[in-house]
Nanobody, 122 residues
Framework: QVQLPESGGGLVQAGGPLRLSCTAP????????MAWFRQAPGLEREFVAA????????VYADSVKGRFTISRDNAKNTLNLQMTSLKIEDTAVYYC???????????????WGQGTQVTVSA
């Protein structure tokens, strides 16, 4: 069962914006932290950004800092990733995830979406 279904992926020109979203049941959405990961073809899944449930503080991978913004809409139980100034190297499958701790570590995330493809063209 997919607990964190993602939406918003697609094809976008380099430099452009794209917004990803995932929606979860309240019990999953209210876990300690939620995050976005991504996985490019032939590469390992990597951390992108996380947001704390109680305090809404955020942390970003250096590669996306200043370009991506993670946010939550508590009324809609929705996690968002607003991406701007997209680069070809941002091309990947993006995953929504939930963890019991505020962390970057893959193994500590217990709930995952199915992934949504983001393709950035030249």
């Amino acid at each position: 069962q997919v607990q964190l279904p993602e939406s918003g992926g697609g094809l976008v020109q380099a430099g452009g914006p794209l917004r990803l979203s995932c929606t979860a049941p309240e019990r999953t959405f209210s876990t300690y932290a939620m995050a976005w990961f991504r996985q490019a073809p032939g590469l390992e899944r990597e951390f992108v950004a996380a947001i704390n449930y109680r305090y809404d503080n955020t942390v970003y991978a250096d590669s996306v800092k200043g370009r991506f913004t993670i946010s939550r809409d508590n009324a809609k139980n929705t996690l968002n990733l607003q991406m701007t100034s997209l680069k070809i190297e941002d091309t990947a499958v993006y995953y929504c995830a939930a963890a019991s701790r505020y962390t970057r570590l893959l193994e500590e995330y217990h709930s995952w979406g199915q992934g949504t493809q983001v393709t950035v063209s030249a």
